[in-house]
């Protein structure tokens, strides 16, 4: 078993608590959950649990290049709405000038191509040591809209309470957008017809017919995130496996999981 400690990069030193953003719901996951929870997702995307807002790698899965704190990809767009929003703002020092065509048209065709891309980690590097952290916040704000805001607001229209509940929502927005996280969570509701019972001290209302317990509804909701995304498989796995070897509330503690290839490891935060 590995001993995984969330670590953040050097740089942005004065944003390094992963979710501590203006905009996101501070009641959503606690600080200690929150790294935990982008840990463990870093983990099973790219194989390494630290993360930080300087990274850049080019993508061998078919993404292009990935980046930032929750790997922002050239291919699916959400890198060209941080660099975009970066570029609007007043501390924009210029860095993506030579790219800016290149990442908008990939992003419009969901490209996978680097054509033209040589040297856009470097720029990436270069705008997020920016001293004023624009780059930062952009990253922050685009995370904040597109993937935190709408789990929060998912999980707390249904009364999630648990951690580990409120970070494989997350897990899931992160992974398969917020559209896709929004139809599995349907999905996984129009499947329940009968009340279930479970131990987990919080249960979900559905339709004000069915109480169902929190932990029997996030194995149901796993289940059909499996069904609709085979890719997300090992994801599934780590988090079921986090429901039967942990605390259901992570706050200063560390939790055993999976990583991609099924080896147990164990995050802090």
Not at 6 to 15: H, Y
Not at 88 to 95: I, K, L
Not at 175 to 195: C, F, H, K
């Amino acid at each position: 078993m590995r001993l995984l400690v969330s670590v953040f990069g050097a740089a942005a030193a004065a944003a390094m608590a992963f979710f501590d953003h203006t905009n996101a719901d501070p009641t959503y996951l606690n600080a200690c959950a929150s790294r935990i929870a982008e840990s463990l997702n870093n983990l099973l995307q790219t194989g390494q649990a630290s993360s930080n807002y300087v990274q850049c790698t080019k993508d061998s899965s078919g993404n292009g290049y990935t980046a930032g704190i929750i790997n922002f990809s050239t291919s699916n767009g959400n890198a060209w709405q941080v660099v975009n929003k970066y570029m609007a703002s007043d501390s924009y020092g210029g860095e993506f000038d030579t790219y800016a065509n290149e990442i908008d048209m990939y992003a419009k065709d969901g490209s996978s191509s680097t054509n033209s891309l040589d040297g856009f980690c470097s720029a990436w590097g270069k705008a997020a040591n920016n001293a004023t952290h624009a780059f930062i916040n952009s990253q922050n704000d685009i995370l904040n809209t597109n993937y935190f805001s709408p789990a929060a607001k998912a999980a707390n229209s249904l009364g999630i309470k648990l951690d580990v509940t409120k970070a494989a929502i997350l897990d899931s927005a992160i992974m398969d957008g917020s559209s896709s996280l929004g139809r599995i969570m349907l999905d996984t509701n129009n499947s329940i017809n009968s009340t279930i019972e479970g131990n987990s001290g919080n249960y979900v209302m559905l339709y004000g017919l069915y109480k169902i317990d929190e932990i029997e509804w996030l194995k149901l909701f796993l289940k059909q995130r499996q069904k609709e995304n085979s890719s997300d498989m090992p994801n599934v796995a780590s988090y079921n496996y986090i429901i039967e070897n942990n605390p259901y509330n992570w706050d200063g503690i560390y939790i055993a999981a999976l990583d991609s290839s099924g080896e147990k490891i164990v995050i802090s935060c």
